[in-house]
């Protein structure tokens, strides 16, 4: 198999330009009160669980290079966001032992999925929840923010589950997501990377932050996007990445 493309040597300021999806749109969006945040255990658990499973994302195409994260599903499978591969002509993977060539099965541009192919890459699998997370689930995210190459874990706690109406990743269409509102510093490169549980389980993909209210993100539950990614890797078809959002 030929190396992979040197994506993330390239990443330069391309993230400080392209920014989250907009989560509410009109006036709606008030953040639920504020919850306690994880202890030291609680975080070292949701780490544990998730760190060899949780991977960097890049994609090369529109201009400059993109980078987020994703975490691996099953064997081979990574789930990130698709704002951050949308338009990309090469994708590549990133976990502890190298880089490895991606290539994408699933595009939802709506409510900002996306599910990659990478063969060679040997990361394992972590698990969904099998409850819904609800206000004061404790855990972690875990992500590449700002393109960095070191993974970062961050406290998490759940602050609320709503439906919020919000806007697709090119900010067109209306769209409606099941979220989490989060206690966590997520930043621009944490987009797609696991809310991981203190039970070590994943409860949602985080996608976004509160621009106003720092220290506040935005993640898909678990629950409205597992089935969509088991029927993804299922049918393991390959699609485009649509278009460039800028």
């Known amino acids: 198999m030929p190396a992979p493309p040197d994506l993330f040597g390239r990443v330069g300021n391309y993230l400080d330009q392209h920014g989250f999806p907009t989560v509410f749109s009109g006036s709606g969006g008030a953040v639920a009160a ?9 975080v070292g658990a949701a780490q544990q669980a998730g760190s060899p499973s949780t991977v960097q994302v890049a994609g090369n195409g529109c201009g400059g290079v993109s980078s987020g994260s994703g975490f691996v599903t099953r064997t081979g499978f990574v789930v990130t966001n698709a704002h951050v591969i ?16 991606a ?3 699933y595009m939802d541009n709506d409510i900002d999925l996306a599910v990659v192919r ?28 700002g393109g960095q190459r070191q993974m ?12 919020a109406v919000g806007r697709d990743i090119y900010g067109r269409g209306t769209v409606t997501r099941d979220i989490l509102t989060l206690t966590a510093g997520v930043q621009r490169g944490d987009s797609g990377g696991p809310f991981v549980t203190s039970d070590g389980r994943v409860g949602g993909v985080v996608f976004a932050a509160a621009a106003a209210e720092p220290g ?3 993640a898909l539950t678990a629950e409205s996007v ?8 299922t049918r393991n078809e390959p699609t485009g990445t649509g278009e460039c959002r800028f």
């Open 34 to 42: 504020p919850v306690d945040e994880p202890g030291r255990a609680a």
């Open 86 to 101: 949308a338009g990309a002509d090469e994708l590549v993977v990133r976990d502890s032992q190298g880089e490895y060539p």
């Open 103 to 105: 290539r994408t099965i």
């Open 118 to 145: 990478s063969p060679g890459l040997p990361a394992p699998a972590i698990r969904w929840v099998t409850e819904p997370s609800t206000r004061g689930t404790n855990g972690a995210t875990l992500g590449f923010p």
């Open 152 to 163: 970062t874990v961050k406290p998490a706690a759940v602050r609320s589950r709503s439906s």
């Open 216 to 218: 506040t993100g935005y």
């Open 226 to 233: 597992r089935s969509t990614v088991a029927g993804a890797i």
